[in-house]
């Protein structure tokens, strides 16, 4: 069984197959391009669906029967995937790099601190009710990530004579930071699951296209130069930067409201 439903009515580029096989339903992204001569199935890690990339002039009768006769390999690879961690009670994820512990303090007063024990452990400890868990550890993620963001791009920003420009944070799923042709700054609040080199390095990315709106040689080199880590982050983001996306909750209705400051 195959069912198509538009995601944007007024776009006829963009929809939503959900295929059904063996007992699962695979969400499959539709994307008409212009320059597609073909269709183009892949799966995408981030979001944990699967995208089809199709010619301007295909039907979409056409592009249904094309998914539904790769709904295996779909689901084969989408279960490859690594498994999604919530951050619920006895969870691990990583915090600037270094495993992290959820630990529900039911009967502490306060929302959420982060401490270690005897063992060195760290643990981020989360008060009140159990249901609420899951939505103020994303919350104080979120709240540290804007916080490092904003201080790192002020210090950036600072070495190559620009005014501290306007930063927003979003759950992208394409890239981990982004330049306006504004001047605006957006970034990924998982950065801060990252080692904070990482995050250093992606603060002095976008500072550096306030300079140069492009990659050319003399962006690369004023990166470099501001920030020597480039280099070792620009590795550690092609190695490790999809793991981050397996970490919390991930709404189906796109890129959460930016948070701006």
Known sequence: MRLFRSTDDASPKSGVIELRHDGETYRVQLRRVDTARRFILRVRGATRDAVLTMPRRASLKDAAEFAERNAAWVGVRLRKLPQQVRFVDGASFPLRGAQTRVVHAAGSRGVVWLAGDEQDERKLYVAGDVA???????????????????????????????????????????????????????????????????????????????????????????????CPETDQAENWLKAHGLDLYRYGAKGRGGPAKPATF
């Open 132 to 226: 609420h868990i899951e939505r103020r550890v994303q919350d104080w993620l979120k709240a540290q990530a804007r916080a490092e963001l904003a201080a790192a791009v002020r210090r950036y920003a600072e070495k190559i004579g620009k005014p501290m420009p306007s930063i927003s944070l979003k759950d992208t799923t394409t890239r981990w930071g982004s330049c306006s042709a504004t001047g605006a700054l957006n970034f990924s609040w998982r950065l801060i699951l990252a080692p904070s080199d990482v995050l250093a390095y992606l603060a002095a990315h976008e500072v550096c296209h306030l300079a140069h709106m492009n990659h050319s040689a003399r962006f690369w080199k004023l990166c470099r130069t501001i």
